[in-house]
């Protein structure tokens, strides 16, 4: 006899999109402020990248596997031309400045050699069954993996608003535990 799942626990569901910000490398999830809303867009696929390592012998099975290296990247698309936002999710290699024109600003690229880690949170929040639900995951020390891009349709197109594409990889912070060094995942059911 199979048995199936009559029910889904609404507790455990992840919704919708998120909200990402960023932050100065070495801010705390726990930290109110701080955090930069780079705007609307939409996240894609954040993922656990795992790097194994297997220790091989001539003549025998393999005695162990393990994990080389990991990362956890993301990928999504903003669509709102904030010069300052675009400047620090780019980790230094864009800088951003006020024009001399009433609601003018400038981007500026070309030149610089480091990219500096920034922290990165998204969250994810529903109401689900009248129920406030959050999922966050909090990247400890990422960079941009991609500079200032730009999808630029026909004005008459059915979506005619530009999206700008990024990528960040997450990488370990040695400054941390191991085991807790590369990405934090906090799932709240509230019920109040």
Same mark, same amino acid.
């Given at each position: 006899? *199979?048995?199936? $799942? ?10 919708? $999109?998120?909200?990402?910000?960023? !932050? %100065? ?12 809303? *780079? ?9 656990? $990248? ?6 091989? @012998?001539? $003549? ?5 596997? +393990? ?6 990247? #993301? ?11 675009? !400047?620090?999710?780019? @980790?230094?290699? =864009? ?13 500026? !690229? +070309? ?6 880690? &920034? ?5 994810? &929040? &529903? *109401?689900?069954?009248? %129920?406030?639900?959050?999922? #966050?995951?909090? *990247? ?7 500079? =200032? ?11 005619? %608003? ?15 535990? !191991? ?5 934090? #995942? ?7």
């Amino acid at each position: 006899m *199979l048995y199936q $799942n009559t029910t889904i626990d609404t507790t455990k569901l992840i919704i919708g $999109n998120c909200k990402i910000e960023t !932050a %100065v490398y070495g801010t705390s999830a726990a930290s109110a402020t701080g955090w930069t809303n *780079l705007g609307c867009g939409i996240v894609n696929e954040p993922t656990h $990248n795992l790097v194994k390592f297997d220790t091989q @012998c001539g $003549n025998g099975p393999d005695p162990i596997e +393990g994990i080389a290296d990991e990362t956890f990247t #993301v990928s999504g698309e903003l669509i709102e031309f904030d010069a300052s936002v675009l !400047a620090t999710i780019s @980790c230094g290699a =864009l800088t951003s400045s006020a024009g001399s024109g009433s609601g003018q600003t400038i981007i500026n !690229a +070309g030149g610089n050699t480091d990219l500096t880690a &920034r922290a990165f949170k998204i969250t994810n &929040r &529903r *109401l689900i069954s009248g %129920v406030t639900q959050s999922t #966050v995951i909090l *990247l400890y020390k990422a960079t941009i993996d991609n500079g =200032l891009q730009f999808s630029l349709k026909s004005d008459n197109d059915t979506d005619p %608003v530009s999206a700008m594409p990024f990528s960040i990889t997450a990488k370990k912070d040695d400054t941390l535990t !191991a085991g807790s060094q590369l990405y934090q #995942v906090i799932h709240t059911y509230n019920p109040a």
